[in-house]
T-cell receptor, first 109, second 114 residues
Framework: RKEVEQDPGPFNVPEGATVAFNCTYSNSASQSFFWYRQDCRKEPKLLMSVYSSGNEDGRFTAQLNRASQYISLLIRDSKLSDSATYLCVVYTGGFKTIFGAGTRLFVKA | DAGVTQSPTHLIKTRGQQVTLRCSPKSGHDTVSWYQQALGQGPQFIFQYYEEEERQRGNFPDRFSGHQFPNYSSELNVNALLLGDSALYLC?????????????FGPGTRLTVL
């Protein structure tokens, strides 16, 4: 079993749609959680950290369920510019960061 | 303020050769992590350097080694290259490598092994 698993995608949605990505992790001792965004042939960039209480940044909402070892990202009112690969990232402690394989999102006009 | 820089941007090598990739961290950062990203996959953690020492290592063979210099810049060395080493190699810097600190990535070095 992979340490971090994501929906394989791709997700094809129209502009204005709401889309949700899921991610599960296997190490119950994991400490910190993030969503990164990676555009085609570019480097990953931090989208948002994920907190136990859930957090929101504009159209983006992240949730963490430690009991189920599950992380989610919700994007509301999708824009063409949201088209990218979204990477679930888990910090397992011991200074090791694990990335999921990523979920590809295509937003079409 | 320069972000993370990496060199070279592209590299072509043949099997069995050795390669050295370089990374300069973002100003104010003291920790460098290296990742390998194969096509269609997420970045895989190779190792992290802090205070000029390897602090943590992922599941990579000893052919992968590194170094950090007093100015916090870093090198990744790969010996005896295999076809499977073809990938994008990403360097990320952060402050003290703490879990809550954002990692900033460089643009990567694309290595092709023929």
């Amino acid at each position: 079993r992979k340490e971090v698993e994501q929906d394989p995608g791709p997700f094809n949605v129209p502009e204005g749609a709401t889309v949700a990505f899921n991610c599960t992790y296997s190490n119950s001792a994991s400490q910190s959680f993030f969503w990164y965004r990676q555009d085609c042939r570019k480097e990953p960039k931090l989208l948002m950290s994920v907190y136990s209480s859930g957090n929101e940044d504009g159209r983006f909402t992240a949730q963490l369920n430690r009991a189920s070892q599950y992380i989610s990202l919700l994007i509301r009112d999708s824009k063409l510019s949201d088209s990218a690969t979204y990477l679930c990232v888990v910090y397992t402690g011991g200074f090791k960061t694990i990335f999921g394989a990523g979920t590809r999102l295509f937003v079409k006009a | 303020d320069a972000g993370v820089t990496q060199s070279p941007t592209h590299l072509i090598k043949t099997r069995g050769q050795q390669v050295t990739l370089r990374c300069s961290p973002k100003s104010g950062h003291d920790t460098v992590s290296w990742y390998q990203q194969a096509l269609g996959q997420g970045p895989q953690f190779i190792f992290q350097y802090y205070e000029e020492e390897e602090r943590q290592r992922g599941n990579f063979p000893d052919r992968f080694s590194g170094h950090q210099f007093p100015n916090y810049s870093s090198e990744l060395n790969v010996n005896a290259l295999l076809l499977g080493d073809s990938a994008l190699y990403l360097c990320a810097s952060s402050f003290r490598g703490e879990s809550y600190n954002e990692q900033f990535f460089g643009p990567g070095t694309r290595l092709t092994v023929l």
